[in-house]
């Protein structure tokens, strides 16, 4: 696996991999990678001849207040999973790579609707931030298709509309969420959760998949779900920015013609914030 730093390297790699007709696909990532990066990749290598990995901490993704300082930076670690994945490139680019006209006058990515709903309500930016830096990634590898986890649902369907919107050409593939034994999601913010903290987590699952045992059997009450499901994980420790039960092609509120929904819950725990999602055909 070759680590590349600049644009040039990158650029030059690339061109050698493209002029042989290999196609090349993207896993965009923060780094502090786990098991479900690695299955990223392996989703990856199934749709293209060669994998790129970006490790980036993305500062106009974080709020104020939230975790840019102390997000973990494991480099070193990650160079070694992602070699025993199978990953063909490292692309670990500095911020003026990424933002050469620095972070106040960078151009900005955003999709309206999907961005402010959910997530987007109680991290203001953040998606802005994302769409952002994912376009960024996209002009500098131009990937034939890149790969994004189910378990930032919200995230991956904007940029799939993102990319639809703008007519780019590239291949969106969503991977199946990763979970531990217990059923919690992994994330690189679990390593924020105490002993005590980590055997709660995985009651957002449960939560989720109650939720959708009781759409199946043919409730509707959507309201009422959200409430009670909300109210569940307070009394456990948890606290909840939401439960959600939207339509899972344009996170609008379920009616009539919805005939799949996607059940959504954001959460507080200790000093990490968790997310999950099941989808339910109804």
Known sequence: ?????????????????RGVGERIALVPTMGNLHAGHDSLVEIGRRHADRVVVSVFVNPVQFGEGEDFENYPRTLEGDKGRLRE???DLLFVPEVDTM?????EQATVV?????KDKLCGSFRPGHFDGVTTVVARLFGLVQPDVAVFGQK????QLIIRRMVADLNLPVEIVVAPTVREKDGLALSSRNAYLSDDQRAV??????????IGEKLQNGQRNYDELEREATAGLAD??????YVALRCAGDL???????????????AHLGDARLIDNISVAI
């Open 1 to 17: 696996m070759q680590v590349i730093t600049t644009k040039d390297e990158l650029r030059a790699l690339l061109s050698e991999w």
């Open 85 to 87: 994945a199978g990953a």
């Open 99 to 103: 933002y050469p006209f620095g972070l």
């Open 110 to 114: 955003a999709v309206p609707y999907l």
């Open 152 to 155: 930032d649902y919200q995230q």
């Open 201 to 210: 987590a995985p009651a957002i699952y449960k939560t989720l998949l109650a």
């Open 236 to 241: 456990l420790g948890f606290r909840p920015d």
């Open 252 to 266: 609008s509120d379920p009616d009539a013609d919805c005939d799949e929904i996607v059940v959504l819950a954001a």
